[in-house]
Each structure stands twice: as C-alpha cells, then as structure tokens.
C-alpha cells in the first residue's frame, strides 16, 4: 500500500515511519515541519500544513496514497493551553483530509482517537461504545473527529478506521500530552537522575509502549474490512499508577529520584479520564493484542534512551532499591498484563528530529 502519515514527524510518525517501510508499504509524510535528517529513503516528505485545505489537497494529490493515518494533532496540555488552534488542527485539519480522501479518491482514512474522548464518572475497565463527554479541547475534537469519520463512511463509503490510543511512551520525545509525566520519568531518569512528576503519585492511567501502538495502527489497516463491526476501537495494555513506573525505573538506575508535585490543572485533566479501557472488541474484530507490560517496556526503553543519551547501564547486580522520595507501593487492583508469548521487539528509530 502506499500510506500518507500526516502529522508524520512527531512522536507516533517517527517510529512508524520505519515499521510500515519494514513490512513492504510506501510511504509519504505529510508535516509542517521539513524531513528531519534521519529520514529513511525513499519517504516523500511533503512539507505542509493540516489546517490548510489546499496543503492537505496537494500532499494527496502529489502522493496519490492508498490510505491516509491521520496522526497530525495537538494534545491535550497544550490544547488546553492554545484551544482554538487546537480545534484548527484536530478539527479542521481532520475535516480537509476526510474531504481529500472523498474527492480525490484515497479508499481508507486510519484515525487516531485517545483516552481523552472519553470523559469523568465512567466504570472502568471503560467499554468501547460508551457516552463519550470530555472535558479537555483535545478531547471534544477527538470525538467529533471520530462521528465525522463515520458520517463520511455511511455517505460516501469511505473506509474510516481508528483506534483510542492511551498515552503512549516511547524513545521519542512527546509532543504537548499530559501523559508525559511517564516518558520524562525515563528520560530525565537517565539524563539527570531525578524527575519531578506533575501528578500524584496514585495517577492511573492506561498506557502502551510504542511498538504495539504501532502494530495496533498497521494490523487495524491491514484487517479484512468484512470482519470489522465498528469503525472505532479501545486498545489497551496496561495501567499501572503513577509511583509504581517510578518504581520500575528506580529497580533499573540505582540512586535516581523520582517525586511527586501535581499541578492542579493537569492533574485534573488526567482524572478526567478512564483509569482502564477494555479491549475486547478490538480482540473479537481483528485479534488486537497487546504485548508489552511495564517492566518488558521499562528493560527496554531504558536501553534505548541510554544509548540515545550516551550513557551506561550501571553494572548488573541485584535489582537496586527506591530512591528516597520515590515510592514503590504497588496499588491494589493496578494492573499491567503478563506479555505472555511476546516476541523480541524490532529496532525502532532513534529519536532525531522527534516535535515537542
Ligand atoms: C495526551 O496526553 O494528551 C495524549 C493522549 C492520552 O492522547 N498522550
């Protein structure tokens, strides 16, 4: 296939990039930004913007894709921070690619929706077809994003599939979400040795390692459209609090500290979201899952942001002991699933060129 990303330099884009490379696809970036160095060849980077109509026209008339993943989009902190610029890029910009594809004939949009459209007051583990009533920016574009796929689905026919991300953690720096508390957690865990997290230490969440965030997006393209009953999916993978990630990674840097200040307001962004999400629709529709937990994931992005880092993995021992200031209680009913038959993970791109 020939797959447009728009959005294709931030912190999903980067590490997809390589992986649909790997398993045969074209690819074509879309971004405001120009290719960063590390581009792979062969990518036709277009530089452009989401929430200008004739842009978004021209990236898919000059790329002439198969299917467009629309990852372009501003979070949920900085949404919260600049919300009509946000409601331009999720909500405009997610408008002129549903119309490129309509006009100029791309069969399949793959859309990335997020815990965040869903709101406060659900049951956890929260289902896939719930009411959905955020309270963040993000959010409320997120979920119209979503019904005006499907409106262009039962009206013009296109193929509009997505998935609800939870917060993601990777090698890549993120990009302006209040799930980044996790990912500076091992990057400064590395970097500088401490880390003052922005949350409470009892924070829950669902999170996901990069590379099934990935496989989830590349697998819901590539499945049979008869099998498919829905359009949107909850995947999930783990939901560990806030002080036991603080935990893994203060067992694997002897002496690194890790602590707690919330910030009001995004504190209250967080727990305005789903401490769970129940995936089994994505499993029974076209066999989602996950196979990362929490201290897999922690072995290895602690490696990678090591070697991105230029520092050493301190000598092999037994497993260190917390830090002061960082608790290590495991809470009763936090979860991270068992990574039960995963295979070795693939290579995933170092982090040059990755937006903020
Ligand atoms: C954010 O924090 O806004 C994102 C998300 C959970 O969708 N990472």
Do not use: C
């Amino acid at each position: 296939m020939k797959i447009l990303i728009t959005g294709a330099g931030g912190q999903v884009g980067t590490d997809l990039i390589p992986l649909l490379l790997s398993r045969g696809h074209q690819v074509a970036a879309l971004d405001l930004a120009p290719a960063p160095a590390a581009t792979p060849a062969g990518v036709q980077w277009i530089q452009g913007d989401v929430t200008r109509q004739e842009e978004v026209f021209d990236a898919v008339k000059a790329s002439k894709p198969d299917s467009i993943f629309h990852l372009a989009a501003i979070l949920s902190a900085t949404g919260e921070r600049i919300p009509f610029r946000a409601y331009a890029v999720n909500m405009e910009g997610t408008r002129y690619v549903l119309e490129a594809a309509r006009v100029l004939g791309t069969k399949q949009v793959i859309f990335t929706s997020t815990i965040a459209a869903f709101g406060p007051g659900l049951e956890n583990p929260v289902g896939n077809d719930v009411s959905m009533r955020p309270t963040t920016m993000y959010g409320v574009t997120k979920v119209a994003g979503e019904l005006l796929g499907e409106y262009y689905a039962t009206k013009w026919g296109l193929d509009f599939r997505g998935v609800r991300f939870p917060g993601l953690i990777s090698a890549v720096e993120p990009g302006g979400g209040t799930s980044d508390y996790v990912n500076y957690m091992y990057f400064d865990g590395v970097r500088k040795g401490a880390y003052e997290a922005f949350v409470r230490a009892d924070t829950t969440i669902p999170l996901m390692y990069m590379p099934d965030a990935l496989r989830a997006l590349v697998d819901l393209a590539e499945a049979p459209a008869k099998k498919l009953k829905h359009r949107m999916f909850n995947i999930a993978a783990m939901s560990p609090r806030a002080d036991e990630i603080a935990a893994a990674v203060a067992r694997r840097i002897p002496g690194v500290k890790i602590t707690f200040k919330p910030d009001p307001r995004r504190q209250a962004i967080v727990d305005s979201w789903p401490q769970a999400l129940d995936d089994k629709v994505a499993a029974a529709e076209w066999g989602w899952k996950a196979e990362w937990d929490l201290e897999r994931m922690t072995d290895d992005l602690l490696a990678k942001v090591r070697a991105m880092s230029g520092v050493a993995a301190p000598p092999a021992g037994p497993a260190a002991k917390p830090a002061a200031g960082t608790t290590a209680k495991p809470a009763a009913g936090a979860t991270a699933k068992p990574a039960a038959k995963a295979p070795a993970p693939k290579p995933v791109a170092a982090a040059k060129g990755a937006k903020k």
